[in-house]
């Protein structure tokens, strides 16, 4: 089944560690999105990717960083310098030809 | 820059009415995409309707139908029969080929037995 995955669901972590949250797709999109969500709020984009090897901050990228050295895969690292951590993330990714962002299950960030 | 502009932050309606939410958005583009998704307390973000502003005639999926005014920028989403399984966050969003995909700030419609 083609789809988007999000690991874990819920994570853990102290304060001043960094930690990376796993977002893998299988639908053969181009471009990939994180997003985060506060209780109550809309989605704040952190960072997007059009293609391999590229990407872009978003609205809110300060104390995250990304990589995309697959195009299947888009991990979010949240580091210490990330003054509020815990939020909810959802991964996305989408394709030009439809235009729509196909979620993940989104991971639960609790910093300690 | 495009932006997304959601004006109702809560609604609650009675179940088996007929509810609307606006959006209206800014952008310099002829074509693109419009959307609305659904968030329920699950929080998985489910795509409820799909817009491409090149086709004049309105979308519609059962009981969801967008009222799309290209003119005057606005998308809003008629939910009939609204049923309690409809009871979520609701998002408006915007894409344009190769740039990112934009989203309003959410309406959370209640829908009440």
């Known amino acids: 089944d083609g789809g988007i995955t999000q690991s874990p669901k819920y994570l853990f972590r102290k304060e001043g560690q960094n930690v990376t949250l796993s977002c893998e797709q299988n639908?053969?999109?181009?471009?990939m999105y994180w997003y985060r969500q506060d209780p109550g709020q809309g989605l704040r984009l952190i960072y997007y990717s059009q293609i391999v090897n590229d990407f872009q901050k978003g609205d809110i990228a300060e104390g995250y960083s990304v990589s995309r050295e697959k195009k299947e895969s888009f991990p979010l690292t949240v580091t210490s310098a990330q003054k509020n951590p815990t939020a909810f993330y959802l991964c996305a990714s989408s394709t030009d030809r439809e235009g729509m962002a196909f979620f993940g299950q989104g991971t639960r960030l609790t910093v300690v | 820059a495009q932006t997304v502009t959601q004006s109702q932050p809560e609604m609650s309606v009675q179940e088996a009415e007929t509810v609307t939410l606006s959006c209206t958005y800014d952008t310099s583009e002829n074509n693109y995409y419009l959307f609305w998704y659904k968030q329920p307390p699950s929080r998985q973000m489910i795509l409820v309707i799909r817009q491409e502003a090149y086709k004049q005639q309105n979308a519609t999926e059962n009981r969801f139908s967008v009222n799309f005014q290209k003119a005057a920028k606005s998308f809003s989403l008629k939910i009939s029969d609204s049923q309690l399984g409809d009871t979520a966050m609701y998002f408006c969003?915007?894409?344009?080929?190769?740039?990112?995909?934009?989203f309003g700030k959410g309406t959370r419609l209640h829908i009440l037995p």
């Open positions: 969003a915007f894409s344009h080929r190769d740039d990112k995909i934009i």
């Open positions: 639908l053969n999109h181009d471009a």
